[in-house]
């Protein structure tokens, strides 16, 4: 049974801040992919940042790039998504996913909404 669970949404003014953390329990950390995704009131879920687990290589959303920042923690099984110059539109549930479709091909396709598991969600607002 995979478990994840995030922490670290709260309530920062624009330019701020915020960590992210995705524990992840019952899951072949070596192997596959993992992602953080977001979803605003009446919007679609929207791959955020992407991450390949055996050679770490990452993937961003265009309108994050440069300001956010994916990572893993192999020894703690943690994922984690470090987002500075926080801007009102980041304004979202943010979702740690694990085990998705495009995990074997090592492309862009690792921020499609294609996860067999995805945590409860963790909620961030940016104020103006």
């Known amino acids: 049974q995979v478990q994840l669970v995030e922490s670290g949404g709260a309530a920062v003014q624009a330019g701020g801040s915020l960590r992210l953390s995705c524990a992840a329990a019952g899951y072949t950390w070596s192997t596959y992919c993992m992602a953080w995704f977001r979803q605003a009131p009446g919007k679609e879920r929207e791959g955020v940042a992407g991450i390949y687990l055996s050679g770490a290589t990452t993937y961003y959303a265009d309108s994050v790039k440069g300001r956010f920042t994916i990572s893993l923690d192999n020894a703690k099984n943690t994922l984690y998504l470090q987002m500075n110059s926080l801007k009102p539109e980041d304004t979202a549930m943010y979702y740690c996913?694990?085990?998705?479709?495009?995990?074997?091909?090592?492309?862009?396709?690792?921020?499609?909404?294609?996860?067999?598991?995805w945590g409860q969600g963790t909620q961030v607002t940016v104020s103006s």
């Open positions: 996913a694990a085990d998705g479709a495009y995990c074997s091909t090592g492309s862009r396709g690792v921020l499609k909404p294609t996860y067999n598991f």
